[in-house]
């Protein structure tokens, strides 16, 4: 559980911690969209070469980017495994049945998991580098214009700060529960399928006792500091654009025009 990347913060001076945290968020949202141009070994080369450059530009260690792909390590392989086994075409170099792995499926499965595991590094980037803080404030000034047809910009915002800060504090919870059951001898990696799901799920209840009561308490504070809406009120942290930001922009333009370029 403490390999759990959601929701977690490297505080850092680099690069990409300093750029505006709107940038942040609307070029992870690009880079997933636009990663689906790449059709070709070529152009999913092109992508692996920038994504692997801005890691080391962010300063964060490989480690953090790794342990993003354990809670979806199992999606990934399944995924890659549907299309080792159910695409069909070019070479066939096994058959069973309605099973069979062909050169095609093999290309298809490899394609995906490239393009999986360069997603989730890429939102692994975004909230390793931004506070929950700073990606509500980005979300409050993107979803601003939304206000005038009274959407509730500044509660979404809101929600979505409190949901980021807290993952990390149910995860920590979880495992403190965990080894305290632990220590009374439930073994939580034995047996078969339902027996792990029989021991996992007394697990939620104390969790979600915790969380109510963290809700009720940080409500309760809100409101003795009479909290009741964002209008009107001044901020703290300012969001302004920088040169960094433009930089930011012509990168993914350049590689936008590479896939494209690459393309089939």
């Keep these: 559980m403490n390999k759990m990347i959601l929701g977690r913060y490297i505080p850092g001076d680099s690069f990409i911690h300093r750029l505006d945290p709107r940038t942040k968020l609307l070029a992870t949202f690009y880079y997933i969209a636009v990663i689906f141009l790449a059709n070709n070994w070529q152009s999913y080369l092109l992508a692996t070469v920038v994504t692997l450059a801005i890691i080391p530009v962010s300063k964060v260690s490989l480690r953090f980017f790794l342990n993003g792909l354990l809670p ?50 890429m939102s692994t980037l975004l909230t390793l580098t931004t506070p929950s803080l700073s990606l509500a ?33 149910l995860l920590d919870q979880t495992t403190k529960t965990m080894n305290a059951q632990r220590a009374r001898g439930v073994d939580f990696g034995s047996g078969g399928l339902f027996k792990q799901v029989k021991t996992i799920v007394p697990l939620f209840i104390p969790l979600f006792v915790t969380a109510f009561t963290m809700a009720d308490e940080l409500a309760t504070a809100m409101e003795a500091r009479g909290y009741r809406d964002g209008y009107g009120r001044t901020r703290f942290r300012v969001l302004r654009y920088g040169r960094g930001d433009l930089l930011a922009a012509v990168v993914l333009i350049l590689l936008t025009l590479g896939l494209i370029f690459l393309r089939n």
């Design 137 to 169: 404030d980005a979300v409050e000034s993107l979803l601003k214009p939304l206000a005038k047809i009274h959407f509730p910009v500044t509660e979404v915002a809101l929600m979505l700060s409190i949901a980021l800060r807290f993952v990390p504090t």
């Design 72 to 121: 979806v390590l199992f999606l990934i392989v399944f995924t890659v495994l549907i299309q080792v086994f159910f695409t069909t075409g070019g070479h066939v170099y096994w058959h069973w049945g309605w099973l069979s792995v062909t050169s095609l499926g093999l290309t298809n499965a490899g394609f995906i998991f490239v393009r999986l595991v360069l997603i989730i590094f």
